[in-house]
């Protein structure tokens, strides 16, 4: 439609001007002796417009001619701009689709502006470890961070070491980077990672405090951690009693109720003698939960009113009718005040419900106790198969 529209502005034009030439009466008459010319006005004024286009033309001509060189490596450098940038998506695409080697092929070699070199040297990275490659992942990050990624570059480094187990190393990276960005969200859980990997729980007890602050965590992930931590704190604070109880104390309730927390809080407070103190971890955690590896270990417990702890259990026994656990709890606090009787009839409805290797050790001790050797070796037989069988 619009070469149809120039067209007939183009044709209106021709018929001005063939009508404005026709009756125009002027005219320019041009003398240089001996010549003499003379043409209409419309005609003169048609070829001074044509000598400017004609000039302009020209004018450009040579421009273009000068520039054609420059103009020649312009459209050079675009083409291998345009090629640097589908090699680029093509490495991005490789890595995208787990071709991990044509992906650290092209990323590895990649050379373009200056932002983006240490982008693809990264991924590289990711794709050599991805592979195994530790030669080229140390290569590729010493690339990234001469090219200007080195947050990058460290983090990365940091998760490859804790990959690879060598929690040492990765904090080492993760200080590095702490420099840049200390309060990096991604670098605190990798912290977090290490400072559980080499033991340092006060450390990663405070790393946690921050990352459910700035709910970094999803909920699980915080509560499971969280059982992780305190239970390890207990443990070494096992060796100072004073230390322990004011970290107990300390302790959210819904925690010191938690099966895993409850037993590494009992076991620290029967490794400092307070046994008594055990008891109440114990009782308050069943109170709440039901776990037959905290009531195995309330049979363990020595406080200082063992005919309570029996009645205790008891009472638990007339929820808990069927068991196994329980019962044999109450075999071995029976045994310790020497209720041989009680005992035998509490080990004899724990193996009836489930045998167990435990159970049945107890049964020979029991036997050899009261002077029946061949009763002891057959359920000594029956331990060991039941263990073979496990």
């Given at each position: 439609?619009?070469?149809?529209?120039?067209?007939?502005?183009?044709?209106?034009?021709?018929?001005?001007?063939?009508?404005?030439?026709?009756?125009?009466?002027?005219?320019?008459?041009?003398?240089?002796?001996?010549?003499?010319?003379?043409?209409?006005?419309?005609?003169?004024?048609?070829?001074?417009?044509?000598?400017?286009?004609?000039?302009?033309?020209?004018?450009?001509?040579?421009?273009?001619?000068?520039?054609?060189?420059?103009?020649?490596?312009?459209?050079?450098?675009?083409?291998?701009?345009?090629?640097?940038?589908?090699?680029?998506?093509?490495?991005?695409?490789?890595?995208?689709?787990?071709?991990?080697?044509?992906?650290?092929?092209?990323?590895?070699?990649?050379?373009?502006?200056?932002?983006?070199?240490?982008?693809?040297?990264?991924?590289?990275?990711?794709?050599?470890?991805?592979?195994?490659?530790?030669?080229?992942?140390?290569?590729?990050?010493?690339?990234?961070?001469?090219?200007?990624?080195?947050?990058?570059?460290?983090?990365?480094?940091?998760?490859?070491?804790?990959?690879a187990k060598d929690a040492t190393a990765?904090?080492?990276?993760?200080?590095?980077?702490?420099?840049?960005?200390?309060?990096?969200?991604?670098?605190?859980?990798?912290?977090?990672?290490?400072?559980?990997?080499?033991?340092?729980?006060?450390?990663?007890?405070?790393?946690?405090?921050?990352?459910?602050?700035?709910?970094?965590?999803?909920?699980?992930?915080?509560?499971?951690?969280?059982?992780?931590?305190?239970?390890?704190?207990?443990?070494?604070?096992?060796?100072?009693?004073?230390?322990?109880?004011?970290?107990?104390?300390?302790?959210?309730?819904?925690?010191?109720?938690?099966?895993?927390?409850?037993?590494?809080?009992?076991?620290?407070?029967?490794?400092?003698?307070?046994?008594?103190?055990?008891?109440?971890?114990?009782?308050?955690?069943?109170?709440?939960?039901?776990?037959?590896?905290?009531?195995?270990?309330?049979?363990?417990?020595?406080?200082?009113?063992?005919?309570?702890?029996?009645?205790?259990?008891?009472?638990?026994?007339?929820?808990?009718?069927?068991?196994?656990?329980?019962?044999?709890?109450?075999?071995?606090?029976?045994?310790?005040?020497?209720?041989?009787?009680?005992?035998?009839?509490?080990?004899?409805?724990?193996?009836?419900?489930?045998?167990?290797?435990?159970?049945?050790?107890?049964?020979a001790e029991l036997k050899s106790q009261?002077?029946?050797?061949?009763?002891?070796?057959?359920?000594?037989?029956?331990?060991?198969?039941?263990?073979?069988?496990?």
């Amino acid at each position: 439609m619009r070469w149809l529209i120039s067209l007939l502005i183009v044709a209106v034009l021709a018929v001005a001007l063939a009508m404005a030439g026709r009756y125009d009466p002027g005219y320019v008459v041009l003398v240089y002796p001996p010549w003499r010319m003379e043409i209409s006005f419309i005609g003169f004024v048609l070829a001074v417009v044509g000598m400017v286009v004609g000039g302009i033309v020209l004018l450009r001509l040579a421009m273009l001619t000068l520039n054609l060189p420059s103009i020649v490596r312009e459209q050079r450098e675009r083409r291998a701009a345009r090629r640097r940038d589908e090699n680029f998506v093509g490495g991005l695409r490789a890595y995208a689709e787990y071709r991990y080697q044509d992906a650290e092929q092209s990323l590895g070699q990649w050379l373009g502006d200056e932002a983006r070199i240490g982008l693809a040297r990264i991924l590289a990275a990711r794709a050599a470890q991805e592979m195994r490659a530790v030669a080229q992942r140390e290569r590729h990050i010493q690339e990234a961070t001469e090219h200007g990624a080195e947050l990058a570059a460290q983090l990365f480094e940091a998760e490859a070491r804790l990959d690879a187990k060598d929690a040492t190393a990765a904090l080492v990276a993760i200080n590095r980077a702490k420099e840049m960005a200390p309060q990096h969200t991604a670098l605190l859980r990798l912290e977090l990672k290490a400072r559980q990997m080499t033991g340092q729980w006060d450390e990663a007890e405070r790393l946690l405090d921050a990352l459910i602050r700035s709910n970094a965590l999803e909920p699980g992930v915080a509560a499971q951690s969280r059982r992780m931590v305190y239970a390890e704190n207990l443990k070494r604070r096992a060796e100072d009693d004073r230390g322990l109880l004011e970290y107990w104390k300390k302790i959210p309730a819904d925690f010191k109720a938690d099966p895993w927390v409850a037993r590494a809080g009992a076991r620290a407070f029967m490794q400092r003698g307070g046994h008594d103190t055990a008891l109440d971890v114990l009782e308050t955690a069943l109170g709440r939960e039901w776990n037959e590896e905290l009531v195995a270990l309330y049979g363990e417990v020595r406080g200082s009113s063992p005919t309570r702890q029996i009645e205790q259990a008891e009472k638990w026994l007339h929820a808990q009718p069927r068991d196994a656990q329980l019962l044999l709890t109450l075999t071995q606090l029976c045994s310790v005040q020497q209720l041989w009787g009680k005992a035998q009839s509490y080990l004899e409805a724990s193996l009836a419900i489930a045998a167990s290797a435990e159970g049945h050790i107890r049964m020979a001790e029991l036997k050899s106790q009261s002077g029946q050797p061949g009763e002891a070796c057959q359920h000594y037989q029956k331990a060991l198969a039941l263990c073979r069988a496990q």
